[in-house]
């Protein structure tokens, strides 16, 4: 007795059907897996500490000049408002940084109309990210903080 042609028909398109979709979802299953077995961190633990420090030095309506970094506890932890954050972030939003930009690596040379211009209390020197003119900051501003990590300079009193 022969099978009836829906189910010869089902029986070939499972057949051949099955692969094509495990070719479709294992690429995925397995993206997912490694995802799942390799964490992301964010921030270390040292991180958090160095934010929860600097938001001890740092007032929370201070506004403040520092490298823009992708992951900068300045702005990530201790949640305070900073001139410029990455620039990569800035641009995928299609918001125009370029003059801003160009004005931060001013200030972090020393530029100090500028600084009074944008209103900055606090320059923050990251020692990963070296950018600052730390001995122009050295000699007209006050250092607050100096750590493994971090110097940071008061502005204003």
Not at 49 to 77: C, F, K, M, Y
Not at 124 to 152: E, G, I, M, Q, S
């Amino acid at each position: 007795m022969a099978l009836p042609l829906y189910l010869l028909a089902w029986a070939l398109a499972w057949r051949f059907a099955m692969p094509i979709i495990l070719l479709w979802i294992l690429p995925g299953v397995l993206s997912n897996a490694w995802a799942l077995s390799h964490a992301k961190v964010l921030l270390t633990a040292t991180d958090v500490q160095a934010g929860e420090r600097l938001s001890r030095v740092i007032p929370p309506s201070a506004l403040v000049l520092n490298v823009p970094a992708t992951h900068a506890p300045l702005s990530l932890v201790t949640g305070r408002a900073v001139v410029m954050g990455f620039g990569g972030w800035i641009y995928s939003y299609g918001i125009p940084f370029q003059d801003t930009e160009r004005d931060v690596h001013a200030m972090l040379a020393g530029d100090a109309a500028l600084l009074v211009r944008y209103g900055v209390d606090f320059v923050v020197d990251d020692k990963h990210f070296p950018a600052l003119n730390t001995a122009w900051y050295r000699l007209h501003y006050p250092v607050v903080l100096d750590d493994d990590r971090w110097t940071v300079y008061r502005l204003k009193s």
